[in-house]
Each structure stands twice: as C-alpha cells, then as structure tokens.
C-alpha cells in the first residue's frame, strides 16, 4: 500500500471509526476511480473534476451495477475528497452536485413466529446440536448481525442478569437484554458444550480463546460455518424460504414492532446509526394492519 493510501486508511479507521471491511471497500473504490482517471490521461485522483466523477459512475451503471453499489462507491469518493479537502490535498470536490441513484427497496423478507419456532426445533440434542439451538436463539433474540454474532465473546455475556455486549458495527457498543429460552441454551452451551469442543486443546489454550461460539475444532466460528447452519436447519423444519442471518434479523424486528415495541428502543437494540434503516420496519406493520382491515371491514 502507499503512503497516500495508508494515510487515508488511518483518517477512515481514526477519524470516521469506519469498521475494517467498510475500510477495505473505500480503499478498493478510491483504486478503482484512481484507475479510470489514468485511463483517461488524469495522474491524479485530486485533479478529477466533476466531469470526470460523472462520467465513472455512468460507465459503473452501464456495466450493470446495482443502484446500491454505485451509491457505495459514490460514498467512498465523497469520503476520499473529504478527506483530501481536510488535508489540503485539494480545494475542489467533484462530487459536489452529483446526486445518489434511487434505490428500489425490496420489501423485508422475514419469518414469522411459528417458522422462527420450527426453526428453534429443529436442532437435535448432540453438542453441535446444541451448540446450534444456542447460536440461533441468541440471533433472534437479540437481532444481531451474522458478523456481530462471530465476535461476541464469552466475556461479553451475563447470564444472571441477562444480556450480552455488543461492540457494532461501528465500534459504538451496545447492551441488548437476553431473553429467558436464549439464557437457558446459553447456559447449557456454555457450561456444557463449550468445553467438550475444546477437548483437543491445553488448558491454557482453552483459556486463551474468548470466542462464545466455536467451532468443532475449539476456534472462533466462521460467517460462512453460521450461514450453514441457517440453511441446514431451514430446510430440516420444512421452511419453503431461503433464510439467511439478515431475514432472521428482519424477523427479530418486526416481531418487536407487531409486539408494540418503540421505534428509538428498536434502533438501539439493532445498532442503527440511522433512524430512516429502523423506520423501514414500520412498513410491515403497515401492510399488515391493511390486510387486516381488508379481510375484516364489510365495506373494505
């Protein structure tokens, strides 16, 4: 990595507290931008004009690029010529003006309650089995994200009095209350399973790894073992719907919303930094009260 790109990772991880794969993303658009200027005879990403920007997120939408993903990488070149400014690198930011594509929102794909209890069923009483039941229960009853979920430590959960610290997305952390089904597997894996997976290690290696959840070899569980497990047990409850660790997170909110929870609980409870992603949920409960009113009201 050079040295210009260096310094503007260390501004996004210092400055912004942006977390390591939003990093990781910026760094790649900003190379990718800087690529398409050469192209064109531009050595330098601070010498691109508004010309310039418009026409590389054109190209990105005539390649098939989803509205979502130029959005992203329109926020990376604003955060890069932020960042340029602030330094003194330049004076002019070309993405001044330049409006963010209109994303079509899809509507929230989540379960409901009697697909989210078969799906808590399905597990069997083996160690991975409930090992398994405790990863799934913790996801809906705290709405974590899949990445959350892989870093939770063992430390960061109080069984006595029920709940679990979340460090976030952005580094920002979070209490979320545990609720009685999710402390009980819990307690069984922790105090029960946990140890029988670390069979293989030393006494102090076991000691050394603070990962809650591991893997069948006593390591930290991976995003791709987790997603596994969603899909293992879907299918083993019969449930006709490709469930991934966000539709088990969608699920967990729009249960608190139907069930009468607040809006700014809700936000903090999933981590939001934006209130606009938690007012999304309100839609279902929109949509639900309509249907309710059509299948009910005589002169609906």
Sequence with gaps: MDSDAKRFQDYLTNNKGLSANSVSAYLRDTAEFATFLEEKGVHAIDDASRADMAAWLLGLKSRGMSAATVNRKLASMRAYFRYAIETGRTEADPTTGIKSPRITRKGIE??????????????????????????????????????????????????RMGFVTCSG??????????????????????????????????????????????????????????????????????????????????SFAVHMVQNGADLNTLQELMGHEDPVATQAYLSVTKNRIKDVYDSAHPRA
């Design 169 to 250: 997305a952005h580094g920002k952390a979070r209490i979320i209350p545990i609720g009685r089904p999710a402390r009980a597997a819990l307690e069984a894996y922790i105090y029960d399973i946990r140890p029988h997976l670390q069979r293989g290690k030393t006494a102090a290696e076991a000691r050394k790894e603070s990962a809650l959840f591991l893997n069948y070899y006593g390591e930290r569980i991976t995003r791709q073992a987790l997603w596994k497990i969603l899909k293992s047990y879907s299918e083993k409850a019969g449930i006709d719907k490709k469930i991934t660790p966000q539709i088990l997170r969608n």
């Design 110 to 159: 989540y379960l409901s309650i009697e697909e989210v209890e078969r799906l808590l069923t399905a597990p069997g009483d083996t160690d991975i089995g409930r090992r398994d039941l405790a990863i799934l229960e913790m996801l809906y009853a705290t709405g974590l994200r899949v990445t959350e979920l892989m870093f939770v430590n063992i430390d960061d959960v109080n069984l």
